[in-house]
C-alpha cells in the first residue's frame, strides 16, 4: 500500500542534544511538509517542500532545519531541542500545491524532551 | 490575519447527529478540508468543499458557504469510534492550508 512512513514514532531527547526525525513516502507525490502540533492545537507549518525547492515559513525558528535528498526522504533536523519542543512532529504529501491536493498524513513521532 | 474558528470541544450521544461548525477569515479560498484525528494519530481527510452546498459522504456531509465564510461537518448514526478531533482547513490564496484547532468530539452511550 502507498503511505507516509515517519520513523521513529517516539523519540525521547535531552535537552540541547540534536535529534533527526525522518519520513519516507511511496506515492511519489512531488509536495512534502513538516507540521508541528501540540496538544488540542492546530497544526503549525514548519516548512515545505516542492520537488527540491524550499519554503520556510517566517516564523519557523532557525532551531528547526530540514533535508531532502530525494522524491521519497525527508528529514527534520532539531539542532538543539528545548523543553518547548516535546510536540508531535508530523510528514505530510501532496500531489501538487493547486487547489484540490489532498494531504496525506503519516503517523508522526511524538518527541520529548527530558 | 488569517483565523479558523471552531469550538473546542462537544459532546453527543451515540446513534444521534451531531454539526460542527467552522467560520474562517483567510487571504484568499481555494478550498475547505475537514479532518479526523483520533488522539495521538495523525489527520486522515474526510472532506473537501470548494462549492458552495452540500458534499454527502456515508454518513458524514460537509456544507460550504464562501459568502458567509462558514462550513459545517455533520455527522449521523454517531458510534463510539467517532469520538475524535476535527479539523477545519482551509487552502489560501497560496495554497497553504490554513488549519483550525480543533473541535473535540465525545460520543457517550
Known amino acids: 500500500d502507498a503511505m507516509v512512513i515517519q520513523n521513529p514514532r517516539y523519540q525521547v531527547t535531552q535537552f540541547g542534544k540534536p535529534v533527526t526525525l525522518s519520513c519516507s513516502q511511496t506515492l511519489n507525490h512531488n509536495v512534502m511538509y513538516w507540521y508541528q502540533q501540540k496538544s488540542s492545537q492546530a497544526p503549525k507549518l514548519l516548512f515545505h517542500?516542492?520537488?527540491?525547492?524550499?519554503?520556510n515559513e517566517a516564523d519557523t525558528p532557525d532551531n528547526f532545519q530540514s533535508r531532502r535528498p530525494n522524491t521519497s526522504f525527508c528529514f527534520l533536523d532539531i539542532r538543539s531541542p528545548g523543553l518547548g519542543d516535546a510536540a508531535m512532529y508530523l510528514c505530510a504529501t501532496s500531489s501538487n500545491r493547486g487547489s484540490y491536493n489532498e494531504q496525506f498524513f503519516g503517523p508522526g513521532t511524538r518527541l520529548t524532551v527530558l | 490575519g488569517q483565523n479558523i474558528d471552531q469550538p473546542t470541544e462537544m459532546t453527543a450521544t451515540e446513534g444521534a447527529i451531531v454539526q460542527i461548525n467552522c467560520t474562517y477569515q483567510?487571504?484568499?479560498?481555494?478550498?475547505l478540508f475537514w479532518y479526523q484525528q483520533h488522539a495521538g494519530e495523525a489527520p486522515t481527510f474526510l472532506s473537501y468543499n470548494v462549492l458552495d452546498g452540500l458534499e454527502e459522504k456515508g454518513r458524514f456531509s460537509s456544507f460550504l458557504s464562501r459568502s458567509k465564510g462558514y462550513s459545517y461537518l455533520l455527522l449521523k448514526e454517531l458510534q463510539m469510534k467517532d469520538s475524535a478531533s476535527y479539523l477545519c482547513a482551509v487552502m489560501d490564496s497560496n495554497y497553504q492550508l490554513i488549519w483550525g484547532a480543533g473541535t473535540k468530539l465525545i460520543i457517550k452511550p
Open positions: 517542500y516542492y520537488d527540491k525547492d524550499f519554503n
Open positions: 483567510t487571504s484568499g479560498f481555494n478550498g
